[in-house]
């Protein structure tokens, strides 16, 4: 099993549910039946490394508290069951992201006729706009 499979295991242990009125289509079961889930989780509890949870924090944006606690709602599907697993799977999708190291921009190599072309271009482009200002007749 590896690193992020036993960290979104514990994600899955630590998450706490609760169920709430859901809106949208669905008529007057809508107004009885608490479909939508929350889900929360401690993401302090995980014990991230750093890196890692910088970019937990930026995907999840403002579902994450000031506590540290990851907010989920999933509302989607009409029943129970279904928004609990889609909960629990855009959980996971999320700490996998997370786990996946951004690529690193190669940085552009220029030599040294292109260097002096974009210089050229440069200095004709400040001429052709230093030629609008005004003009005078003297």
Do not use: C, W
């Amino acid at each position: 099993m590896s690193a992020v499979d036993d960290i979104v295991e514990r994600a899955q242990a630590l998450a706490s549910e609760s169920f709430i009125a859901s809106t949208g289509p669905g008529g007057q079961n809508v107004n009885k039946v608490a479909t939508a889930v929350q889900l929360r989780v401690d993401i302090y509890a995980l014990r991230l490394v750093p890196p890692v949870f910088a970019r937990v924090r930026e995907l999840a944006g403002s579902r994450m508290t000031a506590r540290g606690e990851l907010i989920l709602t999933a509302r989607r599907f009409r029943t129970q069951e279904a928004n609990r697993a889609d909960a629990r799977e855009r959980l996971a999708e999320l700490l996998v992201e997370a786990h996946k190291l951004p690529e690193k921009r190669a940085k552009s190599r220029l030599n040294r006729v292109g260097k002096e072309q974009r210089l050229k271009g440069k200095k004709l482009r400040g001429s052709v706009k230093a030629g609008r200002g005004k003009v005078s007749f003297d």
